[in-house]
Structure formats: C-alpha cells, structure tokens
C-alpha cells in the first residue's frame, strides 16, 4: 500500500535521528572546516528525505519505463519488421515494459 | 592585468559528509565550481545542489533546470523541471570502482542583489551500472537576490564520501 508524505516523514525522522546519535554522526562540511550538523540542518535532511521516498515511491516507474523502452529508432525499426512479418514485437516490448514496471495504484 | 582564476574556496572530503558549502562569491564575476571525484555512501543516489544566501541552503522551491542526460549504454534523456527544491543531477552514482562523479558549473549573476542567480553544468560519471554517463545544461535559481555560494548533498539524505570540491572565481 502506497504510504503518504507524513509516514515518509516519520520513517526519515527515525532513520536520521539513529544516524545522528550514533557514533558516526551526521556532518557537513563547510569552506573546509568540518561541523556537526545543527536542528535546522537536521530538518532540512527529513524533508529531503520524505520527498525522495515519494517521488521513488509515486515516479520511479517512469524513469525506469523511460530507459527500457528503447530508442525511437530501435521502435520504428521493430514497427517496420512487425508490418512486414505480421509480428507483434513492438506491442508485446511495450507491454512488457509496463508490466516489468507498473504505475503506483 | 589579463584575467586570471583565483581560487576561493576549496575542501575535501575524508569520510561521510550529509553536505559541503563553499562560500565567497562577492563579487559580480563569474564564478566556477568543479568537483573532482565525488562519490556517495549509499548505491544509486545523485548528488544534489542548492545555492547559498548569506552562507544558508536555499530549499524555497525557486530552482528551475533542464538539461541533457548522455547514457553510454542506453538512450540519451531530457530532464526538465520548474520550483523545485533543490537542483537535482541525475547520476545514479554507485559505491564501486570508479563510481564517481566529475563536473564544472559555471556560476552567473550570483552577486547580483537585483537579478536571478544562474549556472551551467558539464559533468561525467561512471555510474551504478558501471558505465559513463554525463549530463550538460543549466540552471536557474528564480530570487532577484544575492548568492554567495553552492552546496551540494547527497540524494535522500544520504553522505557524500568522497570528492574535492574547489571555488573559483574567473577574474576579468
């Protein structure tokens, strides 16, 4: 089940706040002096981190759509061959493409 | 005197780092940024930019960009996007060998108090799948104020481990 923005946000306030009280911390890194990161700081890496996780969870198939579809060229090419031998390779790619990669419900 | 680059501000990184700021534009030049070798904690993540304001990250949805993704092994791809957080170039860095990225942005505009701040980028990488890509285009931050600088941060929240990120400024 597809979570919401505010789940995210708890997930990410978790995660980070581990990270940051762990032996590791969390630093950044400013014209070369090395520093803790501060609550703004901290803030701002949550909400980066929420929306990352929405956008993968609400977007990530049309990337990943976008690179396996192949070229426009490579597609015409299979279109041709499919008119010329009665196939279906262009529709069954496409199909595949979608099914390997579907839409959020 | 004929023009000449003068470094402002430079770092390396020697272990994981959420984000690295480099400061110092003041004057109304244009500025440079290169990040040599910079490598992520965390498979398939990106390095991310903002600019800087009085040495804060700006994250008010104001960026616009557009640019060119060159894949090696698949086909070349447009991304384009208006308010947006952050500026996000997509690199889908991994943790292997040589996973790593390269670029120069080229930074306009950044002193001006009056107009928006803008920058081009050339990067090139060896991403998680092990094959190069790269990426070309710009850049728009859309606040008629000054800029002083860049910060980049790992996708997601997660560090950057790796890289020299070094300022410089291309005196007329």
Redesign the interface.
Known sequence: MAKTLEQFTTE?TSE?QAKRDSS?G???????E?LP?NDS?FA??????A???LDVQDNGYIKAR??A???VQDQLDMQYWDSVNSTTTWADHIAKVKSDNPKPA | MAGSIIQVATTTLTSATSNVTLTGIDTNDAYMVTGVGVGVETNIREVNMRVTKSGSAQSDSEYDYAYKGLVSNAVFYNVSAVNQAFIRWDSDLGTGTSELSNFIIYLYNFNSSSEYSFGTLEEVNVNHDEKASGKAGGFTHTVASASDGVNFQGESSSNLLTGTFTLYKIQS
């Not at chain 1, 969390?26 to 070369?32: D, E, P």
């Not at chain 1, 701002?44 to 981190?49: S, T």
């Open positions: 990410c980070l590791d969390i630093y950044k890194q400013v014209n070369n090395r990161i700081d701002q890496m949550v909400i980066d981190c929306n990352y996780k976008q690179l579809y192949g070229s």
